[in-house]
């Protein structure tokens, strides 16, 4: 056993060691320096992932710890942009690397909205106090080297400042069109007391994609988010939330996935303001060399608020969903009402799905649950649709998306869910065709 832990620990020092020997030095100047600095320390210490690490050990971190990324194949995209018909800002980054002339003016959303890239040579900035600082306090009680990783090594991203009510959406359309790409963004999002602010991302980003977006969610303000990870089959990336929620503030977000070799999404909601309000959820469908895993830490740390993991994952052909949820109620945190849910339709027998639903709780007056299922399409419902004369095909889809729903509907803008429907079915048909 002993020698077991020492490989298991000499292989992550290993690992860790080749892919920041490949990234090089971390930049040592402006305002971004220390907190560069102070996460490179906890990369170094904690290691990048392993399989054997308690929270991968359904997912393999190999593709996304490498020194260099597989190749990966471009998707052609045949259908109009997610979101086209959404009055919003658009935000291009191509291969990680923002395109000026692709994006609208930034001034537009009403909101103070500056390049990472640009902004770190400067000596002090609003973000100073933020940025890498809510990724340091979800590295405990769990590590989560990637993360650690971008707040080191990311050279771009974007930092909003939201003072009030944003007068529209801002997009992040995430491009590709280099078949090697390697990108880390860093998102650094302050909405100050009553401010109100949606994001949209969507897109495949690069062949491998490791992104951090802090959110600080002042007293009464609202952050809402919704995104379409890219339809890029051979892609891989690492996502990473985090999230500090005031007094009634609300946060709320929504993830479609369709397709993607593999895809970790990690989300860390701290809920420190009493009566605020944190929803987290997200629609995945996958079809044969597919691995989702999306991983969620909520912690309840105040008075009267109310958490949702909503998670559906619909699987065939050999594809893999996993789903990790946490939710954490401190001492002294009562009222809270704590809701999680994961479920999976598997289309076909060679599909699995993993979860492991969790709670710790450490007061007495609270309302939380949790559940998990596994199952296939319901044979009383296909044979009441058919008998009805719907084709079996589109039976099957028909009570596919009516299994998606349960997560669209945490999507509060009516316009925003129709259009992640239209993108489900619309996968749905091809996979018909």
Same mark, same amino acid.
């Given at each position: 056993?002993?020698?077991?832990?020492?490989?298991?620990?000499?292989?992550?020092?290993?690992?860790?060691?080749?892919?920041?020997?490949?990234?090089?030095?971390?930049?040592?100047?402006?305002?971004?320096?220390?907190?560069?600095?102070?996460?490179?320390?906890?990369?170094?210490?904690?290691?990048?992932?392993?399989?054997?690490?308690?929270?991968?050990?359904?997912?393999?971190?190999?593709?996304?710890?490498?020194?260099?990324?597989?190749?990966?194949?471009?998707?052609?995209?045949?259908?109009?942009?997610?979101?086209?018909?959404?009055?919003? !800002?658009?935000?291009?980054?191509?291969?990680?690397?923002?395109?000026?002339?692709?994006?609208?003016?930034?001034?537009?959303?009403?909101?103070?909205?500056?390049?990472?890239?640009?902004?770190?040579?400067?000596?002090?900035?609003?973000?100073?106090?933020?940025?890498?600082?809510?990724?340091?306090?979800?590295?405990?009680?769990?590590?989560?080297?990637?993360?650690?990783?971008?707040?080191?090594?990311?050279?771009?991203?974007?930092?909003?400042? !939201?003072?009030?009510?944003?007068?529209?959406?801002?997009?992040?359309?995430?491009?590709?069109?280099?078949?090697?790409?390697?990108?880390?963004?860093?998102? !650094?999002?302050?909405?100050?007391?009553?401010?109100?602010?949606?994001?949209?991302?969507?897109?495949?980003?690069?062949?491998?994609?490791?992104?951090?977006?802090?959110?600080?969610?002042?007293?009464?303000?609202?952050?809402?988010?919704?995104?379409?990870?890219?339809?890029?089959?051979?892609?891989?990336?690492?996502?990473?939330?985090?999230?500090?929620?005031?007094?009634?503030?609300?946060?709320?977000?929504?993830?479609?996935?369709?397709?993607?070799?593999?895809?970790?999404?990690?989300?860390?909601?701290?809920?420190?303001?009493?009566?605020?309000?944190?929803?987290?959820?997200?629609?995945?469908?996958?079809?044969?060399?597919?691995?989702?895993?999306?991983?969620?830490? !909520?912690?309840?740390?105040?008075?009267?608020?109310?958490?949702?993991?909503?998670?559906?994952?619909?699987?065939?052909?050999?594809?893999?969903?996993?789903?990790?949820?946490?939710?954490?109620?401190?001492?002294?945190?009562?009222?809270?009402?704590?809701?999680?849910?994961?479920?999976?339709?598997?289309?076909?027998?060679?599909?699995?799905?993993?979860?492991?639903?969790?709670?710790?709780?450490?007061?007495?007056?609270?309302?939380?649950?949790?559940?998990?299922?596994?199952?296939?399409?319901?044979?009383?419902?296909?044979?009441?649709?058919?008998?009805?004369?719907?084709?079996?095909?589109?039976?099957?889809?028909?009570?596919?998306?009516?299994?998606?729903?349960?997560?669209?509907?945490?999507?509060?803008?009516?316009?925003?869910?129709?259009?992640?429907?239209?993108?489900?079915?619309?996968?749905?048909?091809?996979?018909?065709?």
């Amino acid at each position: 056993m002993a020698i077991a832990r020492q490989t298991h620990a000499q292989q992550k020092q290993d690992a860790t060691a080749a892919r920041l020997e490949a990234l090089g030095p971390i930049s040592d100047t402006g305002w971004t320096a220390a907190a560069r600095a102070s996460a490179l320390d906890r990369v170094v210490q904690s290691g990048l992932p392993h399989a054997r690490d308690e929270y991968w050990k359904f997912t393999r971190p190999e593709a996304l710890t490498a020194p260099e990324p597989s190749e990966a194949a471009l998707f052609a995209a045949e259908e109009t942009p997610i979101f086209q018909k959404i009055d919003r !800002v658009r935000l291009v980054f191509v291969d990680g690397v923002f395109d000026a002339d692709a994006s609208d003016a930034p001034d537009l959303a009403g909101v103070r909205i500056e390049r990472l890239a640009k902004a770190a040579e400067a000596d002090i900035h609003w973000a100073k106090s933020l940025y890498g600082t809510l990724e340091a306090n979800g590295q405990a009680p769990v590590s989560r080297p990637l993360a650690a990783l971008n707040t080191a090594f990311a050279d771009d991203g974007v930092l909003i400042h !939201v003072t009030g009510k944003a007068d529209r959406p801002v997009s992040i359309a995430y491009e590709r069109r280099d078949g090697t790409a390697d990108a880390m963004l860093h998102h !650094v999002i302050k909405l100050d007391p009553g401010a109100d602010f949606t994001l949209l991302e969507n897109g495949p980003a690069a062949a491998r994609f490791n992104k951090v977006m802090e959110v600080d969610i002042a007293d009464g303000a609202a952050f809402h988010h919704v995104r379409a990870q890219g339809r890029d089959h051979e892609r891989q990336a690492a996502t990473h939330i985090f999230a500090r929620l005031g007094q009634e503030s609300v946060f709320k977000s929504f993830t479609l996935t369709a397709n993607g070799r593999l895809t970790r999404n990690d989300c860390v909601i701290d809920l420190t303001g009493d009566d605020a309000v944190a929803h987290v959820a997200g629609a995945c469908v996958g079809d044969g060399d597919f691995h989702h895993d999306d991983t969620v830490f !909520v912690t309840h740390d105040a008075v009267n608020c109310e958490s949702r993991q909503v998670f559906k994952k619909v699987l065939r052909n050999g594809a893999t969903g996993v789903f990790q949820g946490k939710i954490l109620v401190r001492e002294g945190a009562q009222k809270t009402d704590g809701y999680q849910i994961s479920q999976s339709l598997l289309l076909d027998g060679d599909s699995q799905f993993l979860a492991k639903p969790e709670l710790e709780i450490y007061a007495d007056d609270v309302a939380c649950s949790h559940g998990s299922t596994s199952g296939a399409i319901d044979e009383e419902a296909l044979f009441y649709l058919r008998s009805r004369g719907v084709p079996e095909d589109r039976a099957t889809d028909l009570l596919t998306l009516a299994f998606l729903a349960e997560a669209v509907q945490e999507i509060e803008d009516e316009a925003l869910a129709g259009e992640i429907l239209t993108r489900l079915e619309a996968w749905l048909e091809r996979r018909r065709a």
